[in-house]
């Protein structure tokens, strides 16, 4: 089944302290994204498309040679129109679509290409991939019912408290049918707290449309972690290490 990879790596990082592009930051000897590319790659998807913002030019460069098409968010108004800005590649593609985040350098090929497959089972329009965490602060909650069926994904800004509690957590990595994504971008709205257009309305506009939705969690919670910060990137580097051996310095 042919596959594409969004990379949404528009993110400047500010807590960074660095000019750098967020993603061009190493860990384990590589940037951010190349672990990321190198995920999607292994779950044998046949395009990758990278949405870039601020050092555009510098995430071209380092990855000049590895055949990414990159695309420009000039102004970040939301993970919904990071995607949009793909929508010419999007565009006469038949096959799945995998939306993931620049920054999140655990996660495994095999859990994307598990992603699809269940994908492809349940005839779904889009599945999302989802974790529980000790500490669910920052990530959008997972909603379900009594019995477990998956009812959608709230930000956390926009949770109740009872919400909030919640453990289970948006991974911000999906996998969709590409006429299904196309359908859906221009239906997202951005009437909430931030004002921004958020691919996780995607879900529920899709699944009040009575189309298929479903969530697979992944199979280790450390696969979601991403990086705000340089101590998240330390705490990274050294999950990292316990896999693959001693830690490469950060940068």
Request: net charge negative; aromatic share 4%.
């Amino acid at each position: 089944m042919k596959g594409m990879a969004i990379i949404l790596a528009a993110g400047e990082g500010k807590r960074m302290n660095s000019d750098l592009p967020k993603v061009l930051h190493e860990v384990g000897g590589k940037p951010l994204l190349a672990h990321v590319g190198r995920a999607a790659t292994e779950s044998g998807v046949d395009r990758i498309v990278v949405v870039v913002g601020k050092g555009a030019g510098l995430v071209r460069e380092r990855f000049a040679s590895d055949g990414w098409e990159f695309v420009e968010q000039p102004e970040r108004t939301g993970t919904g129109d990071a995607v949009r800005r793909a929508e010419s590649q999007l565009r006469g593609f038949a096959g799945e679509v995998v939306v993931l985040a620049g920054d999140v350098p655990l996660l495994k090929g095999d859990t994307l290409a598990t992603l699809r497959r269940r994908h492809r089972e349940e005839g779904a329009a889009v599945t999302v991939l989802t974790a529980r965490l000790p500490d669910p602060s920052g990530y959008g909650r997972v909603l379900r019912s009594e019995t477990g069926e998956f009812l959608g994904i709230v930000e956390e800004k926009d949770a109740t408290p009872e919400q909030r509690g919640v453990d289970e957590v948006n991974s911000s990595v999906y996998c969709f049918e590409a006429a299904e994504l196309v359908s859906v971008l221009g239906k997202i709205q951005n009437d909430n707290a931030q004002g921004e257009y958020y691919l996780t309305d995607s879900v529920k506009i899709l699944r009040d449309e009575g189309k298929t939705v479903i969530a697979v969690p992944a199979a280790l919670p450390e696969e979601i972690l991403g990086v705000n910060d340089r101590d998240q990137l330390r705490a990274i580097a050294d999950i990292l290490a316990r896999r693959t051996g001693p830690a490469e310095q950060i940068q």
